[in-house]
DNA sequence: ATCCTCCCCTAC
DNA sequence: TAAGGTAGGGGAGGAT
């Protein structure tokens, strides 16, 4: 853990954080995730063909779920209104004066609420809309009143709670004392506050804000998130810029090839040629043009297009008379100048701007700047309401434009984008300043809002020339000219100059780009590292060899919240972060990912920082801290983030009331588009040439020859959802685990700390209190559990850091060196992937097509192995009865349900062999104190364990016998079962003395009863084996009882001291280990097995590089059982190629 | 050396 | 009042 406050003082806003500005975070709510809906439906319904909706505003269901079920139904779905083209507006919610607007427009079309369509799909048919009018006419008077007794109420709010502004950060970091003369102040603000209201008339706010205003100023009020995020702008911006990021991926991928915008430029220049040719018909004018082209092609033109001061000239866009008017867009409500501003050192409101007009630019004021502070500035700064549905609406248009072009387009933001512009230069013989005009013409036209844009050899350049241009302008920055206008650059004008960088620089006294020009790459490298130090040398010069990224790949998932967080206390908190879990969760399913990795992000109050920020619940001088934690497999459920989340922050000991701001980040994504091959088929492919190369380096590979269903059994699970059967034996694999791990100071710490001791009511209670939450939990997610457990492991080699999504996605495509590549087509990684790309769709979905068949197929061949594995365990068990192998015992325990005489009588005859080796054994056991289990273990525990044996044995069979049954598929006791297998998991696991009597817990202990009766008297049976077989459950269950940590320093203790393996130790162990698949204890599994590797490799005795590859065999065969797929573990290759090789004969002799 | 984790920094 | 989010590149320094 560690935690870091920013400590300099450059700040740009020049306000509160001696900090600077506070990076900060939150999440997002509804919308975006675009979905290839249209795709995924062989046959689309005609249901709505000849409709067009638009969705405004928050609806129920969201923006995003409604253009699924247009698309699914035949309809069309627009981003923005087009008139005459939209056929309906679909909104749950919608202000009077957007009502009045729609209905004053030249064509007014209907507004309905989103149930018309949902009720129109139930029924098959599309309803009367009449029916489903947002507002009929009589109810117009109503919404109005609604509407303005709302807003009433908003102020007359305000003016009671309006806070004195006392512990100002600023004042404490300047030294500034203010006198709190609370009363004045107040009276002053609502004195301000009546004339705000009386100039409010003639203010330019639009009001488009929900006319629906509950109180969500604290994170207990349900609506709190949905209300922050709905208002904020951050939220938005980020939210929206990726949102366009995956808009032109899927232009890209829904393109037809047509470029209307770009034919029409080339038919302008047909006609200007046939001009042209008419004056002077010569072949050499053809050829001067010839060249010309070709001359064109040799450089690279990048665009770069920005909107100008976006928000604003959104915001005025039909309001011509505020054009050239100093604006700025901020949340405070009319011109709060005259309300706190009282000419000294206050600073007014502390409202953000999130943009401001050229005019009020003009004066020094920016965007991002605190309002008071503008207004110091820029005394006559008008303010606008924010128009997020505006901006989206001009977002599209601009973007449709550009596509309508090119289609080689880099998203940044919501008003800007970089676009590969060669072809269609060289395409329409324009120069860039020409296309400029044009497309600047056109977008102007379309949304009634300036933009500029800058055009140059490569992204850099391009985007210095859109900042040249600004605003509404346009500018070409070429190799030849960006010399001299570096020279008139400061070093902040750079991107990915900021803040903190010039102030760096400004110490090195470098100021321009013409001093940073003077200073060495080696000098920048040691200032800045080596790729921001290469990067400034080459920027200063105008130099940058970054292509654009066209496809966008995404690799994290968050939401944050560092505004208005005021915890009570530690309940405050938790509630907060469950429902911050279950925001960030909603986002990750509507991107189809998962992730492996959780990081909590928490900003704590500063110890010198006051308590009330000076900024209305505000965050104040935080100290940051970040937490993770690396899960086993990618998750996207809801109760395991959760989880995970609270018991970070249990462990970080926080005081809730000093938090200031909370965020939950989810990456190592795992991507799971049904539909997104090109994507997903770039990656694999180049993955799989990857892993060729691995492979081949790695042909001793361990577990590949550990496991020869491995491959297949990969793609079996690489083949997602659609080929998972569901078996319930993989559920609630980190709710087990969470249960089950030790954890530090939570509730749980009972149970952790009883580790010999027969602890009673307890346990007891807390067990129960785990098994309702496993019950809930089970039902909630019963379908998709089972498939969410698709087990990776991190990969021994080459587990980069920087693992794109899609190759995590791809993760378990390990192909074998050959045998399982079937393909008569060329070896995938053969294919040129821009080459599949240029194909047409239909032509490239058929390759796609035969690929995924022959995929297809050998997940069907390998669904068949998973079974054959218990097969040639049986035979191998016939075959080799002298060859001690701990599946017996985990046979034994586990009760198979298939009996087969023959395998019984197998099983007892080796456990008698055992029993005579563990007779030998004991007898050396005090001599070698090499044992496993440990003197103070047995010392400590032997009483207790003696007593409890039986017990202990009957929960172990009680608990196999379970989750047997539900393999078994024994459908109408499921649930029951379910419910006994948790109950079961908890306990055995995490007190395991307490389990005196457990049965009177459900129903279903019958017929689990059943089966440990009959495992029991089979048991009895035979009196020689039984003590045995006691004695080594009861290490087993030793080892179950014990918390991670020390079973780790058992493994670690056996294998450095110990210098020949005993079998008995290996068997436990093996054992031990191989039960954590069935208790979803995956992640301690991978963590025993990498300790136990460590250990081994350190020595060179190929006796425990055996033994270690055994255990591995062993365990995978149960993750195959239970999870269809192997853990990814490292592998041991030993200098003596016999010992390689003698891995390789067992292995063969095995199956 | 290389990886992992926790940061910092930046942009919009 | 005010709505200070989000994603990605990258570096430092400890662990392996
Ligand atoms: N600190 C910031 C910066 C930007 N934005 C929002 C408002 C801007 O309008 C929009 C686009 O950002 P730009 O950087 O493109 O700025 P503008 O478009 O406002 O001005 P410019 O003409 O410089 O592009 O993002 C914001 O809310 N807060
Ligand atoms: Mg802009
Ligand atoms: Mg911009």
New binding site residues.
Partial sequence: ??????D?AWGE?G???WG??????????EEQFRDTANKEFKEPSKLFEGIAVFVNGYTDPTSDELRRLMMMHGGLYHHYMRPKITTHIIASNLPYSKIIMYRKSQNPIPICKPQWIIDSIAAGKVLNFQNYLLYSNNTNVQSLLTYKLNNKK??D??NS???KEQDI?QSKASGIVINNETNINNQNISKH?AI?DALKHDTISTHQ?SNI?TN??STRDAEFLS???S?????????M??TFKDYVNELRDKSDGLFPGLDRLIKLKEARDILTSTDCESDPEDEIYFTDKVKRKREVIIMHI?MDC?FVSVGIRNRPELRDQPIAV?????N?FS??YDGKEEF?????V?SCSYAARKTGVK??M???EALKLCPNLKTIQYDFEGYKEVSYILYDTVASYTLDIEA?????MYADCTKILEASGLSPLEFATIIRKEIKQKTNCPVSTGFGNNRLQA?LATRKAKPDNQFYLSNQNVETHMRTLDT?D???????????LRKMNVHTCEDLQKVSLSVL?KE????????LHKMCRGLDDTKL?LE?????????????IRFRNNGDAVDFLSKLST?VCD?LIAVRAKGR?I?LKLMVRAEEAPVE????????PCN???????LIAAVDDVNIIRKEVVNIWNQLHLTPEDM??I?I?I?RLEICKTKQNKGNLINFFSKTAKLQTCDQMSSNDDKNRCDPNFNENSKLNNSKVPLTSESSGTKNIFEAQINNLPLTKSSNVHKDESSAIPCNVQTESTTTEAEDKNLHNCKAHENTKAKNLEISG??S??????QTSQENFFKHTKPSSGKSLKYEIPRIQDIDMSVLIELPEDIRNEIFDEYKRNKKQQSQVAADPVNKVSDDEKNSNIQDCSQVDPDVLSALMKNDLHPDVQRDVQIYCNMKREANRVNLNESNENKSSKQLQGASLSSKTNNSKNQNAKHIVNNTCTNEAACILQEDKILHTRDQLREKDDVNKTDSTSCRNSRIEISHNNAAMDKADTFILQNLSILHNNENIDKHQEMLITLVNHLFALPLQQVKMQIQTWITKSKVVNEVDFLSLATFLSMLPQKKRIEDLHILLKTMH?CITKNDDCTWHKTYRRTVKHVQRYMQIEYNNNLMVPSIRCNDSRCNNGDCEFEILEI
């Fill in positions: 853990m560690s935690r870091k406050k920013r300099h806003n306000f509160e954080d600077g500005y506070m990076a900060a975070k939150k999440a997002k709510l908003i102020e709010n305000a709670t309006m806070h950060e506050n705000n804000s205003k969500a100023q209300t922050f995020y208002n904020s702008r951050l939220h938005y911006i980020a939210t810029g990726t920005d976006f901020t949340h405070a409500k009319g709060t309300a706190n007014g409101s502390l409202s953000e999130a965007n991002g605190f309002l008071g940044v933001s919501c008003d800007e985007r902040r750079l991107p990915g100059v900021g803040g903190t960088t010039t102030y760096k490298q800045f590292g080596k790729k921001m130090g290469e990067q990224n966008h790949i995404r690799k994290s998932v968050s939401a944050e919240v560092n505004y208005g925001e986002r990795c990081t920020t000076a900024k209305f619940m505000g965050h104040g940051y801290i970040t937490k993770s934690k690396n200031r701001g965020g980040q990456s991190i990969s080699k080459k587990a980069t850091q920087k460590r």
